[in-house]
């Protein structure tokens, strides 16, 4: 099998913060075209982060702690958010000639305490087989404990990158890589991430930021996939297998 790479577009790089749902149609028409023209032999699966779009409606309407009866508006608001946002991102990638299609995990996933306990992948191996981009995102979905939450998109390439053993795992961001004393980390492991003071991104973050990104990271390269975190501006030499000058996170 080719090269199947999972490739997380962060919130921050596809939209402009500050504002409600802004989308950066600059910057992702400059990623599309780095992923078109830099992986035609690879299966990608692209998954996108909230931004602007997505992060205030969750925050506003407290989906953290969950949703009861008569507290819904929430779900239906986040959702639409960040789909508006799915649409967007899909569509510049059609603009490059990718055959790239939205897949909305609220319709697909289910978690438990905030953590997916399901979501179906057999469509997602059958959209790559036939040479589709599937376009996926951080996300509100239906938690049997809590009645909803999000996942971020980090969760969901965590565990993505597992159900569709994929080969590499790519983090695109606004920042070189995981920063330690203004400091590029090139590589983390279990072990050495207890040395590190990670800081938390400043914009209104309802996932954990950096240190919720790493520990999902963490815990998929203890199931043996090893995930990089790099600049946007890096996204071609990744995806070309060059050195990005980002941080690498490895299992022991
Ligand atoms: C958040 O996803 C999803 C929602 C708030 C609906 P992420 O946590 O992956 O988003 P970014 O990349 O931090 O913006």
New binding site residues.
Partial sequence: MSDRVIL??????I?DKGADCRVNKTALSGIAAAIAGAAPAAQIIV?????????P???RFH?DKGAATGQTEGIYV??R??SALNDAVTGALRETGMPALGVHPLHVGVADKGRLVAFESRHLGQMLALGMVPVI????VMDLSRGAC???????VRYLAVALKCTRVGLA?DVPGVLDGGRVVPEITPETVRTLQIGN?SHT?????MK??IDELLGLAKSGIGADIFHVSRLGDFLTGNDHGGTKVRGE
């Fill in positions: 997380k577009l962060g919130g921050s790089v939209t998954v996108h982060g909230a931004g602007s779009c997505g992060h409606e969750a925050h989906l986040t959702h958010a960040v995102h951080g996300d509100v999000i996942v971020s998109g980090d969760q969901i961001t991104s973050d309802v996932t954990g930021g919720g990104k």
